[in-house]
C-alpha cells in the first residue's frame, strides 16, 4: 500500500478505484476499506478528502455523470430549477418510447422479471437495473443540493418517489389512452418536481 499524503492525487486515485468498482459491478457497495486498498491509500487518508461515505458516494457519482452525460440538462442553470429536473426525467422515459414500442420494452420486462419465480439470479438483475436508475437520479438531486435548491440530505425519500412516477409513466405509454400522452405526462412530471422541491425535510 503506498503511503499517501493527502494530496490531490489520491483524491484522484481515490475517486478513479470506486468509479472502477461500480464500472466492474453496478451494485457494489463503495464500503471505505474496499475503496482505500483498491486506491491504494490509507483508511485515514480516504476520510481525509471524504469525510463520511456519502461524500465518496457523492463525488464518484458526479464523476461518472459528468463523464457520461457533459451536456446534462441538470447543468442547464439558464434554466429554473423545476424545468431541469423535469427535462432530466423525460430522458429516462424517452428510451421506452410510445405505444407499440412502450408494449414491447414493458413485454420483455415481464417476462425477464415479472413472470419467472423471483430467483436470486433474476432478484440479483432487476436491483442492477433498478440501482443504475436509482443513482442516476441521486445525482441529480445532489447537484441541485449543492445550488441550495434541495436540502444537503439522503436523497433516498425523494429518489423513490421520483422512480415510482417514473415507472407508473412508462406503464402509461404502453396502454390505450384517450388524452395526449404528452400533456398528461408533463403534468404528472411537474406535478411530482414541485413535491419534490417543495418538500420539507424528514
Given at each position: 500500500m503506498t503511503r499517501d499524503d493527502g494530496s490531490t492525487g489520491s483524491r484522484e486515485r481515490i475517486l478513479a478505484a470506486a468509479a472502477a468498482m461500480l464500472a466492474e459491478d453496478v451494485t457494489a457497495r463503495l464500503s471505505v476499506r474496499a475503496v482505500a486498498a483498491r486506491a491504494g491509500v490509507s483508511t485515514g487518508s480516504l476520510r481525509f478528502h471524504f469525510p463520511t461515505q456519502r461524500a465518496l458516494q457523492d463525488a464518484v457519482l458526479a464523476r461518472i455523470y459528468d463523464h457520461m452525460f457533459p451536456d446534462d440538462p441538470i447543468h442547464d442553470r439558464s434554466l429554473p430549477v423545476r424545468d431541469r429536473l423535469v427535462n432530466c426525467l423525460r430522458q429516462v422515459l424517452a428510451p421506452a418510447g410510445v405505444g407499440e414500442q412502450a408494449r414491447e420494452a414493458w413485454g420483455k420486462a415481464y417476462q425477464m422479471f415479472i413472470a419467472p419465480e423471483p430467483s436470486e439470479e433474476v432478484r440479483a438483475a432487476y436491483l442492477a437495473l433498478e440501482r443504475g436508475g436509482w443513482r442516476r437520479i441521486e445525482y441529480w438531486l445532489t447537484v441541485l443540493a449543492d445550488e441550495g435548491a434541495?436540502?444537503?440530505?439522503?436523497?433516498?425519500?425523494?429518489?423513490?418517489?421520483?422512480?415510482?412516477?417514473?415507472?407508473?409513466?412508462?406503464?402509461?405509454?404502453a396502454l390505450p389512452t384517450e388524452d395526449s400522452i404528452l400533456k398528461s405526462e408533463t403534468e404528472t412530471l411537474y406535478t411530482a418536481v414541485d413535491c419534490v422541491l417543495s418538500a420539507p425535510t424528514a
Open positions: 434541495l436540502p444537503r440530505e439522503d436523497h433516498a425519500r425523494r429518489v423513490r418517489f421520483l422512480l415510482t412516477v417514473l415507472n407508473g409513466l412508462s406503464i402509461a405509454r
